[in-house]
């Protein structure tokens, strides 16, 4: 070995251990850094874990668009296999099943077709089914009323109390006072509790908030004078036109409103 190949070595001895140390600090920050984004990711896992379970509503979206993905999904590999999609996903339901569903899509379609106003009658008609459809009826108590009146009436011999051969209980109405009609007047005897006072109140006041919105919203804020405008901006666009011409126009508007105007 010459004496040049001896110098050569020797200066390439110090390039490798520097080149191995420089791989070993980059291997061990490349662990930490992947020991931090582990971490960083459990982390996340727990909070996006917390934040579903406290939040429904983000779960149900999230559900939602997993729902929407398999069908779409299920739509794109049926197209490719030339198959009927509507078909293949019937398979899934049972006739009942899919009758109940026509049936809530037609009442559904119906009802997003009746949202637009057509007549006062389907208006009052509208309040009528939400009204219904809020009511809530306390039917044990209206039980216990029912009872206490057939045993009161049979006590006092307006009903009999008759057993069937199969054992059903039915009252027969003696002198036909019992049972309402359409001259019964009995009803006017009926006196509510408070709570049935207080919900029939409440019922009121919000029949009359929803009034005076409609009226804000169409721009009448109050019952005083003629009403000459469509909305809340025409009724501004008036009142300044009144602050200018009132003074020229006194004179014509009292003859109108005398009926001496030719």
Not at 7 to 28: C, H, I, L, T, Y
Not at 138 to 149: G, R
Request: aromatic share 6%.
């Amino acid at each position: 070995m010459t004496e040049a190949t001896t110098e050569a070595m020797s200066q390439e001895g110090p390039k490798v251990v520097d080149q191995n140390e420089e791989r070993k600090a980059r291997f061990k920050a490349l662990q930490a850094r992947a020991k931090k984004s582990a971490e960083r990711n459990l982390k996340e896992a727990a909070a996006e874990s917390q934040r579903l379970a406290a939040d429904p509503n983000l779960l149900s979206s999230l559900s939602r668009k997993q729902a929407m993905a398999s069908h779409n999904l299920l739509k794109a590999d049926t197209a490719l296999a030339g198959e009927d999609f509507e078909r293949k996903r019937a398979w899934d339901w049972t006739v009942d099943e899919s009758e109940k569903w026509d049936k809530r899509m037609a009442k559904k379609s119906k009802h997003r077709e009746d949202v637009a106003f057509q007549d006062y009658r389907q208006e009052s008609r509208k309040v009528y089914k939400r009204q219904v459809r809020e009511l809530k009826p306390d039917m044990e108590a209206y039980e216990k009323e029912k009872l206490a009146a057939v045993n009161k009436a049979a006590q006092s011999g307006e009903l009999e109390i008759v057993e069937t051969p199969d054992g059903e209980l039915v009252a027969i109405d003696n002198n036909g006072t019992f049972y309402s009609h359409a001259n019964s007047t009995d009803f006017v005897q009926n006196k509510p509790d408070r709570a049935a006072v207080d919900r029939l109140v409440n019922d009121l006041r919000k029949a009359e908030e929803v009034r005076l919105r409609k009226r804000r919203e169409r721009g009448r804020e109050d019952d005083d004078g003629d009403v000459t405008y469509i909305n809340k901006k025409n009724h501004d666009f008036n009142l300044r036109l009144n602050r200018f011409y009132n003074k020229y126009t006194a004179e014509i508007r009292d003859s109108f409103e005398r009926g001496t105007m030719i």
